[in-house]
Protein backbone atom coordinates (compact mmCIF):
# COMPACT_ATOMS: atom_id res chain seq x y z
CA UNK A 1 0.00 0.00 0.00
CA UNK A 2 1.21 3.60 -0.94
CA UNK A 3 1.38 5.63 2.37
CA UNK A 4 -0.16 9.25 1.00
CA UNK A 5 0.96 12.63 2.24
CA UNK A 6 -0.73 15.72 3.45
CA UNK A 7 1.22 18.91 3.65
CA UNK A 8 -0.48 21.32 6.08
CA UNK A 9 -0.55 24.59 7.01
CA UNK A 10 0.33 26.21 3.95
CA UNK A 11 -0.38 29.45 4.03
CA UNK A 12 1.50 30.98 -0.29
CA UNK A 13 0.80 30.00 -3.19
CA UNK A 14 4.60 28.92 -4.24
CA UNK A 15 4.50 26.60 -1.25
CA UNK A 16 0.87 25.09 -2.31
CA UNK A 17 2.39 24.41 -5.80
CA UNK A 18 6.15 23.35 -4.26
CA UNK A 19 4.39 20.16 -2.48
CA UNK A 20 2.00 18.80 -5.19
CA UNK A 21 4.97 18.88 -7.65
CA UNK A 22 6.95 17.09 -5.11
CA UNK A 23 4.22 14.23 -4.70
CA UNK A 24 1.71 15.29 -1.94
CA UNK A 25 -1.85 14.01 -2.06
CA UNK A 26 -3.50 16.91 0.10
CA UNK A 27 -2.65 20.40 1.20
CA UNK A 28 -4.14 21.40 4.19
CA UNK A 29 -5.60 24.97 5.14
CA UNK A 30 -5.95 26.74 8.58
CA UNK A 31 -9.11 28.34 9.44
CA UNK A 32 -8.17 28.94 12.78
CA UNK A 33 -7.38 32.40 13.70
CA UNK A 34 -4.84 31.69 16.65
CA UNK A 35 -2.58 29.55 14.48
CA UNK A 36 0.20 31.07 12.74
CA UNK A 37 -0.64 29.38 9.81
CA UNK A 38 -4.00 30.89 9.58
CA UNK A 39 -5.45 31.77 6.20
CA UNK A 40 -8.55 33.75 4.96
CA UNK A 41 -11.21 32.75 2.93
CA UNK A 42 -10.10 34.28 0.40
CA UNK A 43 -6.20 33.70 0.37
CA UNK A 44 -7.33 29.80 0.38
CA UNK A 45 -9.42 30.21 -2.57
CA UNK A 46 -6.30 31.59 -4.19
CA UNK A 47 -4.46 28.53 -3.14
CA UNK A 48 -6.77 25.60 -3.85
CA UNK A 49 -6.81 27.34 -7.49
CA UNK A 50 -3.07 26.42 -7.60
CA UNK A 51 -3.53 23.23 -7.05
CA UNK A 52 -3.66 20.55 -9.84
CA UNK A 53 -6.37 17.68 -10.25
CA UNK A 54 -6.19 14.75 -8.09
CA UNK A 55 -4.48 16.84 -4.99
CA UNK A 56 -7.30 16.81 -2.21
CA UNK A 57 -7.88 20.47 -1.07
CA UNK A 58 -8.17 20.23 3.04
CA UNK A 59 -9.96 22.92 5.53
CA UNK A 60 -8.80 22.81 9.39
CA UNK A 61 -11.10 23.52 11.57
CA UNK A 62 -11.00 23.71 15.85
CA UNK A 63 -14.24 23.83 17.68
CA UNK A 64 -15.74 26.09 15.20
CA UNK A 65 -19.49 27.83 14.84
CA UNK A 66 -21.49 25.77 12.06
CA UNK A 67 -22.33 29.09 10.46
CA UNK A 68 -18.44 29.58 9.81
CA UNK A 69 -17.66 26.44 8.36
CA UNK A 70 -20.65 27.06 5.95
CA UNK A 71 -19.21 30.18 4.88
CA UNK A 72 -15.56 28.83 4.34
CA UNK A 73 -17.26 25.91 2.04
CA UNK A 74 -19.44 28.69 -0.01
CA UNK A 75 -16.28 30.70 -0.60
CA UNK A 76 -13.65 27.84 -0.52
CA UNK A 77 -13.87 24.62 -3.05
CA UNK A 78 -12.56 22.55 -0.46
CA UNK A 79 -11.98 18.64 -0.87
CA UNK A 80 -12.47 17.08 2.88
CA UNK A 81 -12.93 18.56 6.13
CA UNK A 82 -10.78 17.83 9.31
CA UNK A 83 -11.64 18.65 12.73
CA UNK A 84 -9.07 19.17 15.21
CA UNK A 85 -11.08 20.30 18.04
CA UNK A 86 -13.38 19.03 20.66
CA UNK A 87 -16.11 18.64 17.87
CA UNK A 88 -18.97 16.59 18.19
CA UNK A 89 -19.29 13.55 15.78
CA UNK A 90 -22.90 14.92 14.93
CA UNK A 91 -21.61 18.22 14.12
CA UNK A 92 -19.13 16.79 11.92
CA UNK A 93 -21.28 14.85 10.14
CA UNK A 94 -23.58 17.75 9.37
CA UNK A 95 -21.97 19.55 6.24
CA UNK A 96 -22.61 17.40 3.94
CA UNK A 97 -18.78 16.41 3.16
CA UNK A 98 -16.37 13.94 3.88
CA UNK A 99 -14.40 14.77 7.09
CA UNK A 100 -11.43 13.28 9.19
CA UNK A 101 -11.26 13.95 13.01
CA UNK A 102 -8.13 14.37 15.03
CA UNK A 103 -7.57 12.94 18.41
CA UNK A 104 -4.88 14.25 20.92
CA UNK A 105 -3.21 10.67 22.13
CA UNK A 106 -2.51 10.22 25.91
CA UNK A 107 -3.40 6.48 26.44
CA UNK A 108 -4.06 4.35 23.89
CA UNK A 109 -8.04 4.34 25.56
CA UNK A 110 -7.99 7.60 23.40
CA UNK A 111 -7.83 5.94 19.61
CA UNK A 112 -10.28 3.51 20.80
CA UNK A 113 -12.76 5.59 21.93
CA UNK A 114 -12.19 7.93 18.97
CA UNK A 115 -12.68 5.44 16.41
CA UNK A 116 -16.40 4.44 18.02
CA UNK A 117 -17.31 7.83 18.50
CA UNK A 118 -15.94 9.26 15.14
CA UNK A 119 -17.01 6.20 12.99
CA UNK A 120 -18.55 8.06 10.52
CA UNK A 121 -14.96 9.64 9.60
CA UNK A 122 -13.24 9.39 6.46
CA UNK A 123 -10.39 8.60 8.57
CA UNK A 124 -8.31 9.59 12.23
CA UNK A 125 -5.76 11.44 12.59
CA UNK A 126 -3.53 10.92 15.97
CA UNK A 127 -1.67 13.46 17.19
CA UNK A 128 0.19 14.30 20.74
CA UNK A 129 -1.04 15.48 23.30
CA UNK A 130 -0.86 19.67 24.38
CA UNK A 131 -2.85 20.93 27.28
CA UNK A 132 -2.78 24.19 25.35
CA UNK A 133 -2.69 23.28 21.41
CA UNK A 134 -5.11 21.66 19.02
CA UNK A 135 -1.87 20.15 16.82
CA UNK A 136 1.05 22.29 15.42
CA UNK A 137 2.66 20.95 18.52
CA UNK A 138 6.04 19.35 16.64
CA UNK A 139 6.27 17.18 18.96
CA UNK A 140 6.10 13.27 18.50
CA UNK A 141 4.12 10.81 21.09
CA UNK A 142 4.44 7.00 21.68
CA UNK A 143 3.42 5.28 18.11
CA UNK A 144 2.77 1.96 20.77
CA UNK A 145 -0.26 3.56 21.44
CA UNK A 146 -1.69 3.11 18.29
CA UNK A 147 -3.19 0.33 17.66
CA UNK A 148 -3.13 -2.73 15.04
CA UNK A 149 -6.91 -2.77 14.37
CA UNK A 150 -8.41 -0.22 12.34
CA UNK A 151 -11.57 0.18 11.63
CA UNK A 152 -10.91 3.11 9.06
CA UNK A 153 -7.66 4.49 7.20
CA UNK A 154 -5.57 6.46 10.33
CA UNK A 155 -3.33 9.03 9.51
CA UNK A 156 -0.33 10.04 11.41
CA UNK A 157 0.98 13.42 12.65
CA UNK A 158 3.07 15.17 15.54
CA UNK A 159 6.31 15.86 15.61
CA UNK A 160 7.20 14.29 12.17
CA UNK A 161 9.91 15.11 9.99
CA UNK A 162 12.42 13.83 7.32
CA UNK A 163 14.80 12.67 9.88
CA UNK A 164 11.92 10.17 11.39
CA UNK A 165 8.98 9.84 9.46
CA UNK A 166 10.42 6.76 7.47
CA UNK A 167 10.92 4.79 11.08
CA UNK A 168 7.24 6.24 12.07
CA UNK A 169 5.89 4.93 8.34
CA UNK A 170 7.26 1.82 8.85
CA UNK A 171 6.70 1.28 12.15
CA UNK A 172 2.77 2.02 12.27
CA UNK A 173 2.40 1.80 8.64
CA UNK A 174 -0.23 4.46 8.95
CA UNK A 175 -2.50 5.00 6.10
CA UNK A 176 -1.18 8.47 5.76
CA UNK A 177 1.10 10.72 7.12
CA UNK A 178 0.53 14.87 8.21
CA UNK A 179 3.41 17.30 8.22
CA UNK A 180 3.47 21.27 8.87
CA UNK A 181 6.28 22.27 11.30
CA UNK A 182 8.41 19.69 10.25
CA UNK A 183 8.75 21.09 6.62
CA UNK A 184 8.97 24.44 7.21
CA UNK A 185 12.06 27.14 7.58
CA UNK A 186 9.46 29.80 9.80
CA UNK A 187 6.13 28.80 10.96
CA UNK A 188 3.30 29.11 7.97
CA UNK A 189 6.60 29.40 5.58
CA UNK A 190 7.00 26.20 4.03
CA UNK A 191 10.60 24.90 2.51
CA UNK A 192 10.83 23.29 -0.80
CA UNK A 193 13.77 20.76 0.02
CA UNK A 194 12.64 19.91 3.14
CA UNK A 195 8.66 19.10 1.82
CA UNK A 196 10.63 16.77 -0.86
CA UNK A 197 13.35 15.18 1.24
CA UNK A 198 9.98 14.37 3.54
CA UNK A 199 7.69 12.84 0.95
CA UNK A 200 10.99 11.12 -0.90
CA UNK A 201 11.51 9.49 2.65
CA UNK A 202 7.91 8.29 3.08
CA UNK A 203 7.82 7.04 -0.19
CA UNK A 204 11.26 5.17 0.43
CA UNK A 205 9.23 3.25 2.78
CA UNK A 206 7.13 1.61 0.61
CA UNK A 207 9.37 0.92 -2.88
CA UNK A 208 11.75 -1.56 0.34
CA UNK A 209 8.71 -3.32 1.21
Known sequence: MRTRVKICGVTRKQDAVAAASAGADAIGFVFYEPSPRYVTAEVAR??????????????????????????????????LLQFHGDESPEFCNSFGM????????RQSQDIENAFRDYAKASGLLVD???????GGTGQAFNWSLIPETRPMP????????SDNVFRAVAEVRP????????????????DDVKITDFINEVHRVDETD
Open 154 to 161: LILAGGLA
Open 46 to 79: ELVSALPPFVSATGLFVNPDAEFVRQILSEVPLD
Open 128 to 134: AWDPDKY
Open 175 to 190: WAVDVSGGVESSKGIK
Open 98 to 105: RWIKAVRV
